[in-house]
């Protein structure tokens, strides 16, 4: 049995007894998520590419996207999970403002929605899985993501590791939701089958596409595959394209 010895004269420690007054967060984690959104500059090529404000006060729609983003990394799965960030002191001196209510985040995404697009869906009988356009503000969204592709690339060259190489990994992966307006995959369950393009060697989606359930990942991957190419920066080498879809 080990000699029983003080508790500071096993650890370079010093405890303090005194309380501490500073704000204390177990969520505090997120705010080296939110230091790389902001150092990538996406704020602004939100700003630039998705103005869908009517109001100039109220949340802006970087820190909209910004507290979606740190919901889906803390597990968040619907507006309603965005109380996993609110009352969170530590959190909003961070962030330098409160994360919005479940109502605001609804009313942001309903934003991406456009309902005379659904006018375009054939009926059954004559096609079964079709493929919507992306509304206006969702093709934004790519626009945002191309900007975003270029930054880090600019990041790779600035550390010396220019990328050369761009090899496109494509699928479909299959997203289970049991809303009533989602259709059957291949699996029998319910969901939707999203579309994915991601540069390998960098380690990044590049461009996706909202997909049914019922699509399946071979229909139609050209349109995704034309996005990839798009978000990809300029350069003046030959660029490699490898896909997969199953």
Same mark, same amino acid.
């Given at each position: 049995?080990?000699?029983?010895?003080?508790?500071?004269?096993?650890?370079?420690?010093?405890?303090?007894?005194?309380?501490?007054?500073?704000?204390?967060?177990?969520?505090?984690?997120?705010?080296?998520?939110?230091?790389?959104?902001?150092?990538?500059?996406?704020? @602004?090529?939100?700003?630039?590419?998705?103005?869908?404000?009517?109001?100039?006060?109220?949340?802006?729609?970087? /820190?909209?996207?910004?507290?979606?983003?740190?919901?889906?990394?803390?597990?968040?799965?619907?507006?309603?999970?965005?109380?996993?960030?609110?009352?969170?002191?530590?959190?909003?001196?961070?962030?330098?403002?409160?994360?919005?209510?479940?109502?605001?985040?609804?009313?942001?995404?309903?934003?991406?929605?456009?309902?005379?697009?659904?006018?375009?869906?054939?009926?059954?009988?004559?096609?079964?899985?079709? !493929?919507?356009?992306?509304?206006?503000?969702?093709?934004?969204? /790519?626009?945002?993501?191309?900007?975003?592709?270029?930054?880090?690339?600019?990041? +790779?060259?600035?550390?010396?590791?220019?990328?050369? !190489?761009?090899?496109?990994?494509?699928?479909?992966?299959?997203?289970?939701?049991?809303?009533?307006?989602?259709?059957?995959? +291949?699996?029998?369950?319910? @969901?939707? /089958?999203?579309?994915?393009?991601?540069?390998?060697?960098?380690?990044?989606?590049?461009?996706?596409?909202?997909?049914? @359930?019922?699509?399946?990942?071979?229909?139609?991957?050209?349109?995704?595959?034309?996005?990839?190419?798009?978000?990809?920066?300029?350069?003046?080498?030959?660029?490699?394209?490898?896909?997969?879809?199953?």
């Amino acid at each position: 049995m080990s000699a029983r010895l003080p508790l500071l004269h096993k650890t370079p420690f010093v405890l303090d007894e005194r309380p501490l007054h500073e704000a204390t967060s177990p969520q505090a984690g997120l705010l080296a998520i939110s230091r790389v959104y902001r150092s990538l500059a996406i704020p @602004g090529l939100v700003a630039a590419n998705l103005p869908l404000r009517k109001r100039q006060r109220g949340f802006t729609e970087a /820190q909209l996207i910004e507290s979606m983003v740190l919901l889906q990394s803390v597990g968040g799965e619907c507006p309603e999970d965005i109380h996993l960030l609110s009352k969170d002191a530590c959190l909003e001196r961070g962030l330098g403002y409160a994360p919005p209510k479940a109502t605001a985040v609804r009313e942001f995404l309903e934003r991406f929605h456009n309902r005379e697009l659904e006018k375009l869906r054939p009926e059954r009988e004559v096609q079964k899985s079709f !493929i919507f356009p992306s509304s206006v503000p969702v093709a934004a969204l /790519q626009e945002v993501q191309r900007g975003c592709v270029g930054r880090i690339a600019k990041l +790779y060259e600035k550390q010396g590791q220019p990328q050369r !190489i761009a090899t496109i990994d494509q699928d479909a992966t299959i997203i289970e939701s049991h809303k009533q307006a989602a259709y059957y995959h +291949y699996e029998e369950g319910r @969901g939707y /089958q999203p579309m994915v393009a991601v540069w390998a060697e960098a380690d990044l989606v590049v461009a996706d596409e909202f997909r049914d @359930g019922n699509v399946p990942a071979k229909q139609a991957p050209l349109t995704c595959a034309k996005l990839a190419f798009a978000a990809l920066p300029e350069n003046d080498y030959p660029t490699v394209f490898s896909g997969t879809s199953s």
